[in-house]
């Protein structure tokens, strides 16, 4: 079975530019998690979807970052305009149900310059 | 609100010793659940062990096991017999068993083991 699959893997880009993060879960998995994890910490969660619903987006900056999840499937997290303080780790991970473990891709690291 | 806290941000152990890490978490709910994950320079966090709070048998998994402590808040992880490829970042994460649905990370330790 394949794993939670995202791309790009690594992303340079200048500031002010827009930049677009793309998430494939797990087969099978209703809940899929956005994380923003900054270098030397624990991730942090940007928003949480329940199926095609996003059920917990307390924590996105939503002057500058979007996210949607087609069909309850596949999604992208889209950040316009990038600032240097975006530079970080994005993780993806999905869950069959938000009370169970959680499986994560391999992030894709944002560099602002 | 829930918080994590893994108050050793380094460790070095020697190939085949023990190793335990710490972590103390914060919360009034009663049924929720706690993990450790592993995460190596490939950046993919990778699942190392859970424990459900209302089990009172600490969950083991192969060369790790954890000392869950309810009372205190304490979930530390022990690896036995450690490896060149436990090399990485460690996590430990709280997850609520209802209402918000969010896994909450400490910093993280970082474990090196040396040959």
């Known amino acids: 079975e394949a794993g939670v699959v995202q791309s790009p893997r690594y992303k340079i880009i200048e500031k002010k530019q827009p930049v677009a993060f793309w998430c494939n879960p797990i087969?099978?998995?209703?809940?899929l998690y956005w994380y923003r994890q900054n270098l030397g910490q624990g991730p942090e969660l940007l928003i949480r979807y329940e199926n095609e619903e996003a059920v917990d987006d307390s924590q996105l900056p939503k002057d500058r970052f979007s996210a949607e999840r087609l069909k309850g499937v596949d999604s992208t997290l889209k950040i316009q305009p990038a600032e240097l303080g975006d530079s970080a780790v994005y993780l993806c991970a999905s869950s069959f149900y938000s009370n169970t473990e959680a499986f994560f891709g391999q992030g894709t690291r944002l560099t602002v310059v | 609100a829930q918080t994590v806290t893994q108050s050793q941000p380094e460790m070095s152990v020697q190939e085949a010793e023990t190793v335990t890490l710490s972590c103390t978490y914060d919360t009034s709910e009663s049924n929720y659940y706690l993990f450790w994950y592993k995460q190596p320079p490939s950046r993919q966090m990778i699942l190392v062990i859970r424990q459900e709070a209302y089990k009172q048998q600490n969950a083991t998994e192969n060369r790790f096991s954890v000392n869950f402590q309810k009372a205190a808040k304490s979930f530390s992880l022990k690896i036995s017999d450690s490896q060149l490829g436990d090399t990485a970042m460690y996590f430990c994460a709280f997850l609520m068993s209802q209402g918000a649905q969010k896994l909450v990370f400490g910093q993280g330790t970082r474990l090196t083991i040396n040959p």
């Open positions: 087969s099978g998995h209703n809940t």
